[in-house]
């Protein structure tokens, strides 16, 4: 059975920081991974995804993600945060960009120092 | 460009009545995922139709059923409500294999 962690359940990083937000899945096959955020009251948004090709995977809002296979990781980094960043984010894996459903992680709660 | 539409984004019930959440998917995509989320919890995912059939089921109460029409919306009827079925419902759609995107999501309180 597929899983996600995120080791991290809150975060605490001034603004102007580097982020680097953890994520480790367990999947059977090549995976489908997905970055989201969910900002207060909102919905989910899609960040990034990574499918297949290049490991390094650019996202909106300036936030990248690495594949890296030999550690089962996909672990979420932005070089510079902003107050407009903290939310909740969830990593995520699914099969063939979710036909049988995705299985999130915990998320990770982001709180931004002035 | 158009996105996942949910509606009513927001619901209030008592328990033991039944609600019933829409989600009308992206345009010309035929997958459709229900996602629960508790206060303070992470998405479960529900079911999903593909091509209107039921192609995958998740942590979905008996209670609970859900369907794909011929226009691809989908509804999520949900019977004897219970307190803690009081809960962020979120739809997302997908053309095929590729990735999901995410509604509002329905704000279901039951009281």
């Known amino acids: 059975a597929q899983s996600v962690t995120q080791p991290d359940i809150h975060i605490t990083v001034s603004e102007g920081a580097s982020l680097e937000l953890r994520c480790n899945y367990s999947y059977g096959a090549t995976p489908y991974l997905f970055w989201y955020v969910q900002s207060p009251g909102q919905g989910l948004q899609l960040l990034l995804k990574?499918?297949?090709?290049?490991?390094l995977v650019q996202g909106i809002k300036g936030f990248e993600a690495e594949f890296k296979r030999s550690q089962s990781s996909f672990n979420l980094r932005k070089p510079s945060v902003h107050w407009s960043d903290a939310a909740e984010y969830f990593c995520?894996?699914?099969?063939?960009?979710?036909?049988?459903?995705?299985?999130f992680g915990k998320g990770t709660h982001l709180i931004i120092q002035p | 460009a158009a996105g996942v539409i949910q509606s009513p984004r927001h619901l209030i019930k008592e328990k033991r009545e039944t609600a019933t959440l829409k989600c009308y998917p992206i345009?010309?995509?035929?997958?459709v995922y229900w996602y629960q989320q508790g206060p303070g919890q992470d998405p479960q995912f529900l079911i999903s139709?593909?091509?209107?059939?039921?192609?995958d089921k998740g942590s979905i109460p008996d209670r609970f059923s859900a369907q794909q029409f011929s226009d691809y919306h989908s509804e999520l009827n949900m019977s004897s409500l219970e307190l803690g079925d009081s809960a962020l419902y979120f739809c997302?759609?997908?053309?095929?294999?590729?990735?999901?995107?995410f509604g509002q999501g329905t704000r279901l309180t039951v009281v």
């Open positions: 995520a894996v699914g099969s063939g960009g979710g036909a049988d459903g995705l299985t």
């Open positions: 139709f593909y091509e209107k059939m039921q192609s």
């Open positions: 990574y499918f297949s090709g290049d490991t």
């Open positions: 997302a759609s997908s053309l095929g294999g590729d990735r999901s995107f």
């Open positions: 345009p010309r995509h035929d997958t």
